[in-house]
């Protein structure tokens, strides 16, 4: 006779992954308590072994008794910042792409720009922030603002 349900039993079985957190330190504890092996549990409770063994090993790790893993807020973390560096990058693409548009159609501006008739209404901006040096052209000065030094 088993000492609990199995999971296809379970009326909580809605939610698979919900149960089974749910279900996790009770069975350590069943472990611990009773002296039964990890497989013993397993059959008992129509789990897999793997699983069984994997809940005990991460209850030691975030409970101090082993050292040899990451602990569930160490993983928490390094997920977390996994997922800031993904997006990171992804913005990183963003802007490089916007910044290589805005050169070329800056690039097609000057070329347009015929000398001695003012500054080009795409480029007036640049005037205001000080960019556009005497000696410097428009894309060169646009350069030094998209990759400074």
Partial sequence: MRAWPSRWESKCHDHAGSSRRSTRPRVVELIRSTGKTARQIARELDLTETAVREWVKRADLDAGRRTDGLTTAERDELRRLRREVRDLREEREILRKAANRSARSMRAAVAQHRPGHG??????????????TAGGSAVASHRRLVRPH
């Fill in 119 to 132: 500054l080009p209404q795409e480029l007036a901006w640049l005037r205001s922030l000080r960019v556009l």
